[in-house]
């Protein structure tokens, strides 16, 4: 069974700085796409960044040039390192695991709220 679990919401000033993270259990972290995404209210759910097994990014281009996609295999976690933050950021944030076969996410992780403040 693969759990994900979210982790650094909060609330922000504009320009501020969040740092995330996405802990999983089970042993297919390491030989797993994964991602970010995030839903604001009354939204679709939107990715944000996405990083494949060898490290490789993509990122929407909202975010481009200020949020940061990174993974720690030996630790099983994903992060997003997001910095000055606008309040058309505000959503909620989810970590995926993509491992269905056309690469789109199986597994989702409960959401951590970012809440960015003008």
């Known amino acids: 069974q693969v759990q994900l679990m979210e982790s650094g919401g909060g609330l922000v000033q504009t320009g501020g700085s969040l740092r995330l993270a996405c802990i999983a259990s089970?042993?297919?972290?390491?030989?797993?796409?994964m991602g970010w995404y995030r839903q604001a209210p009354g939204k679709q759910r939107e990715l944000v960044a996405r990083?494949?097994?060898?490290?490789?990014?993509v990122y929407a281009g909202s975010v481009k040039g200020r949020f940061t996609i990174s993974r720690d295999n030996a630790k099983n976690t994903l992060y997003l390192q997001m910095n000055s933050l606008k309040p058309e950021d505000t959503a909620v944030y989810y970590c995926?695991?993509?491992?269905?076969?056309?690469?789109?996410?199986?597994?989702w992780g409960q959401g951590t709220q970012v809440t960015v403040s003008s």
């Open positions: 995926s695991l993509d491992t269905n076969s056309d690469g789109s996410p199986q597994y």
């Open positions: 990083i494949t097994i060898l490290g490789f990014t």
């Open positions: 089970g042993s297919i972290f390491s030989i797993s796409n």
